[in-house]
């Protein structure tokens, strides 16, 4: 099984970036534990701040893989582009946000991917991650 994990703006700063909201781990950190406790899964971990750059990976690996798991940051509530992206492709996206975004301010609370991704996990850290990688798993 191969699975694709894709970061959006800022979340190469995890870690560092307010950590009240987003903990002290680094996202290198949690993915090198992931793959240990996954070890039959093929993971690869893509982070970009560039909007396009995101919409590259997701044309990349969007029909080879078996999954993408998505944390598109800000873009989630502003990116119609990556929205038909997921349309364009046939590997199924998880929709994941560390934080609750429905406890955040209001314009986080509107999401363009969700409707268009197979569903979406927010609020639970760096778990959502884990919980987007069961979810695939329990597809197969």
Excluded: W
């Amino acid at each position: 099984m191969k699975i694709v994990i894709i970061n959006g703006p800022n979340l190469n700063l995890l870690g560092k970036r307010e950590p009240s909201v987003y903990g002290n781990e680094t996202f290198e950190t949690f993915f090198s534990d992931l793959k240990t406790e996954f070890p039959d899964i093929e993971f690869t971990y893509y982070q970009s701040n560039h909007e396009g750059s995101i919409i590259d990976k997701i044309h990349e690996t969007g029909f080879d893989f078996d999954g993408i798991i998505l944390n598109a940051g800000a873009y989630t509530h502003t990116s119609i582009a990556i929205a038909d992206a997921i349309s364009a492709i046939n590997t199924p996206v998880i929709e994941v946000h560390i934080s609750n975004v429905f406890k955040r301010e209001p314009f986080r609370h509107h999401s363009y991917l969700s409707a268009v991704a197979k569903g979406t996990i927010c609020g639970f850290g760096l778990k959502s991650y884990k919980l987007a990688v069961f979810s695939l798993i329990s597809d197969k």
